[in-house]
């Protein structure tokens, strides 16, 4: 059973000793919102015209994604009644009571979905010191391949995830398109790269000292790209040295660069450097959609952008390696720097 800290989270009043970050890790500094997050408004493009998309808008987005490696998305299309339904299944899950979340996760550890106590990804990656939430995760494509597993109860579970994450796959879709529009590559350059998808909701309950434990420590994702749903204030990115927090704009996405678009941009994009700290009062649900390369896709620096002036940066290779290094690593920048080149 795992030890989930929504559990117990409510009954301390201190953070236990395996929950308090090395000061180094602690998120000490005050940390103001950011102004200057890129907000991508998508109304200035309609799914139809996507070819033809305002040159100004492709370049927004590229800019975003050299300099912030993220930004937020507004009128992106999706319904903000989906939006909400979805928010408030994952809370009904995540605000069960100790029984029902003991009975929810062992229905659901036979399934391909899985909970996880925090900072227990798998046995290789147990961290030393916990993080202050738990997870949810759930692959969701192939569609075809995976419903068979999913959770039939609450009765409106399939069907939200279902909706929602075909239509965050399309958004995807879109986002993908217009960044390799940005970058000179060919129309559906991406499809072969995004072949999987994986819903990811994270519970960051209230923390008695949120000055002493972390939700998500410093990280880079390691897929292609993230779309993050969020509500409550928690999430902060590392910018020119300084971490920032990133606002939360009702019914939004938050997009991530993964280190996935970095190598093959050959390091035109970056990837966001992002954390996430905890409340005092208020818990915090995000759901994040991990689009993926498949696991045996190769991945490499794409050839449009490779050329005698602008050497490979990184070397080729199938991405379950990656992740698989990803995992194992606690440093996720050190996996990054072994599959750079030698100049
Ligand atoms: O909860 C968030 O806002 C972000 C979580 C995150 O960074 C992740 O799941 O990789
Ligand atoms: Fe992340």
């Given at each position: ?150 959770l039939e109860n609450p009765a409106r579970y399939r069907e939200l995830v279902e909706t929602y994450s075909s239509e965050v796959k399309k958004l995807s879709m879109r986002i993908l398109e217009l960044i390799g529009e940005g970058l000179g590559l060919k129309e559906g350059y991406f499809e072969e ?108 620096p794409t050839k449009v952008l490779v050329n005698g002036g602008s050497p490979a940066l990184f070397r080729t290779f199938k991405y379950q390696e990656f ?21």
């Amino acid at each position: 059973m795992a030890n989930l800290v929504s559990s117990w989270a409510r009954n301390v009043d201190t953070v236990p000793e395996n929950y308090v970050m090395p000061p180094n890790k602690r998120p000490s500094e005050l940390v103001s919102i950011g102004s200057n997050i890129p907000v991508i408004d998508l109304a200035k493009v309609s799914s139809s015209t996507i070819n033809h998309a305002g040159a100004g808008l492709v370049q927004e987005i590229l800019k975003a994604s050299q300099e912030f490696g993220l930004f937020q998305i507004i009128n992106h299309g999706i319904s903000e009644k989906l939006m909400d339904d979805v928010m408030d299944l994952f809370n009904e899950i995540f605000d069960m009571s100790v029984e029902e979340k003991e009975k929810f996760c062992s229905e659901v550890s036979n399934k391909s979905c899985k909970v996880y106590e925090s900072g227990k990804m798998n046995d290789a990656n147990v961290e030393e010191v916990r993080h202050w939430k738990d997870l949810f995760i759930q692959p969701v494509f192939p569609i075809e391949e995976q419903t068979q597993h999913w959770l039939e109860n609450p009765a409106r579970y399939r069907e939200l995830v279902e909706t929602y994450s075909s239509e965050v796959k399309k958004l995807s879709m879109r986002i993908l398109e217009l960044i390799g529009e940005g970058l000179g590559l060919k129309e559906g350059y991406f499809e072969e790269l995004s072949k999987r998808q994986a819903l990811v909701v994270n519970h960051y309950p209230p923390c008695p000292d949120p000055s002493l434990a972390m939700g998500v420590p410093a990280h880079c994702d390691p897929n292609l790209i993230t779309f993050l749903q969020q509500q409550v204030y928690g999430l902060q990115i590392l910018k020119d040295g300084h971490w920032i927090g990133v606002p939360t704009l009702p019914y939004a996405f938050v997009v991530n660069i993964g280190y996935q678009l970095q190598i093959i941009s050959n390091n035109k994009l970056v990837s966001s450097e992002h954390r996430v700290v905890t409340n005092l009062k208020t818990g915090r649900t995000s759901i994040g959609t991990f689009v993926s390369p498949a696991e045996d896709c190769i991945v490499e620096p794409t050839k449009v952008l490779v050329n005698g002036g602008s050497p490979a940066l990184f070397r080729t290779f199938k991405y379950q390696e990656f992740i698989d290094d990803y995992m194992g690593e606690k440093n996720h920048k050190k996996t990054l720097e072994a599959y750079k080149l030698q100049p």
